[in-house]
């Protein structure tokens, strides 16, 4: 099975691609451009993303929002991440939210898939803490400042294949597999 996937980022192309392969489906990046709502709210994001997506392409094809949602800022920047991050960076980021005795933040990826019909979503998601530096290579955004529950290193630290196969992305796209692999209309 091809699907599309609307996604301009070298890095959730290749995990996408290495952890939807495993079951068959051959992933066809496709780097469009399309404005974003700026929200906090994911599940809008991801709907309003999708849609426009479908609108340029005109075929099935899925998108993808992450985001951080730190426990000390009321779950704050949730959709707004990207935004969030390229103001402040990794080294911002760890020394106001990686210090202290409160460094919790839920890690959330919510994938939107139009069939050409309907919108479905899925959600996949890690508990974990800031840094309080930034560790390992800071290639793909924050992963280099989450270090998820269970584990002394950060994503970045922890190398592809140990992240890919317990991130927030993986356990999205999990579900959103298992979808397609039951559902008539994939």
Known sequence: ???????????????????????????????????????????????????????????????EHTGLFIETMNQFPGGLTQIFWDTLDADRVSALFGQGDDTRVLAKTRIGYCDGRRIHQFEGEISGRLSPQPQGNRDFQWDCVFVPDGSSQTFAEMGEDAKNAISMRRKALDVFAEYLRTSTSA
């Open 1 to 63: 099975m091809r699907l599309r996937f609307l996604s301009n980022n070298k890095y959730k192309i290749a995990e996408v691609r290495s952890i939807l392969g495993t079951i068959g489906v051959d992933v066809v990046p496709v780097g469009k451009k399309i404005e974003e709502i700026q929200t906090t709210d994911i599940e809008k994001l991801v709907r309003d993303k999708c849609v426009k997506a479908f609108r340029i392409i005109g075929r099935p094809l899925f998108v």
